[in-house]
């Protein structure tokens, strides 16, 4: 990735993952001025920004097009972990009460040749949380079984592609 100098403006290179012993932010010295950059991990910046957004407007529910009324957990909070594949470790916060999962135009970007363009969506209601396949190419599977819709309980985890995520439900912290 290309990182730009706050102090001086020269842009520069990086290598590798530097987000590694810190998934949000990583400390880098400038080549050309010495002195000490803190860059924020985009990936993370990007869903964090969505977050705000999120709270700014209080838009939190939604229909789902079989007219069922979406909405998210007052009180808990939902987040989707990436358990296997490229992005393992990333969590990433459902501030939507439905999101989509796939390769481009969705709200979760996978970068995985297995994976569908818009590959699942997960729906959340005062039922549960939704997981629906998009007709993809490779399918959605929960415990190994092909599916095209499935309720999934706190815990639990489904495969795209080469990815594994699981969803993890808590409480919202005060
Ligand atoms: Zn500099």
Do not use: W
């Not at 009180?75 to 594949?85: A, F, M, T, Y």
């Not at 992005?87 to 040749?113: A, C, F, L, M, Q």
């Amino acid at each position: 990735m290309e990182v730009r100098c706050h102090h001086c403006g020269y842009a520069f290179q990086v290598t590798g993952d530097i987000f590694v012993v810190n998934r949000e932010r990583a400390d880098l010295v400038c080549p050309a001025c010495q002195r000490s950059l803190q860059v924020v991990n985009p990936k993370l910046a990007t869903f964090r920004s969505g977050s705000t957004e999120k709270k700014l407007s209080s838009i939190t529910s939604a229909v789902a097009d079989d007219g069922r009324l979406l909405r998210l957990p007052e009180d808990q909070e939902v987040c989707l972990k990436v358990l296997e594949g490229e992005e393992r470790g990333t969590v990433y916060p459902v501030t939507k009460p439905r999101i989509t999962i796939g390769r481009s135009n969705v709200d979760i970007t996978v970068n995985d040749p297995m994976v569908s363009r818009v590959h699942c969506a997960l729906e959340i209601s005062d039922e549960g949380v939704l997981l629906r396949d998009l007709e993809s190419a490779n399918g959605t599977r929960v415990d190994n079984q092909p599916i095209s819709a499935a309720v999934l309980r706190n815990g639990a985890a489904f495969r795209i592609g080469n990815h594994v995520f699981q969803l993890v439900i808590s409480p919202k912290k005060p």
